[in-house]
C-alpha cells in the first residue's frame, strides 16, 4: 500500500512514555519512528503517533531491556488537537 492516509490504523493511537533517565540520541534509531526528548528533570518522554497495540508493546519491551523505570504511559490526542489525556492504565 503506498501514499499518505488521514485516517489512522484502527487500533493505533498517539501515545507518550515517560522513563526514568536519559535516553542518549544514538538509541533514536532503536526507537523506529518516534521521537525521544529529554526533560531537564532527568526524565525521557518518548512519542508518537498512529502506534498500534503490538508497538506500544514492542517499545515497553525495549525499555524494559534497557532497564529504564516506567513512569507514565499516556495516550493523547493527535498533536494539533492536543486538550484531553487519557491515562493508560498498566499493572505494577
Same mark, same amino acid.
Given at each position: 500500500? &503506498?501514499?499518505?492516509?488521514?485516517? /489512522?490504523?484502527? *487500533?493505533?493511537?498517539?501515545? +507518550? ?7 542518549? +540520541?544514538?538509541?533514536? &534509531?532503536?526507537?523506529? *519512528?518516534? =521521537? ?5 528533570? *532527568? &526524565?525521557?518522554?518518548?512519542?508518537? /503517533? ?5 508497538? %506500544?508493546?514492542? =517499545? ?9 523505570? %516506567?513512569?507514565? =504511559? &499516556?495516550? =493523547?490526542?493527535?498533536?494539533?488537537? /492536543?486538550?484531553? /489525556? ?7
Amino acid at each position: 500500500m &503506498t501514499g499518505t492516509t488521514t485516517s /489512522r490504523r484502527p *487500533g493505533s493511537g498517539c501515545y +507518550e512514555i515517560c522513563t526514568q533517565g536519559h535516553l542518549d +540520541e544514538r538509541w533514536g &534509531t532503536w526507537f523506529d *519512528g518516534l =521521537v525521544l526528548t529529554r526533560a531537564a528533570d *532527568g &526524565t525521557t518522554v518518548i512519542h508518537g /503517533r498512529d502506534i498500534d497495540q503490538a508497538a %506500544l508493546y514492542a =517499545v515497553l519491551l525495549r525499555l524494559r531491556d534497557l532497564g529504564l523505570p %516506567l513512569l507514565s =504511559v &499516556t495516550q =493523547v490526542a493527535a498533536p494539533s488537537h /492536543r486538550t484531553a /489525556r487519557t491515562p493508560v492504565t498498566h499493572p505494577r
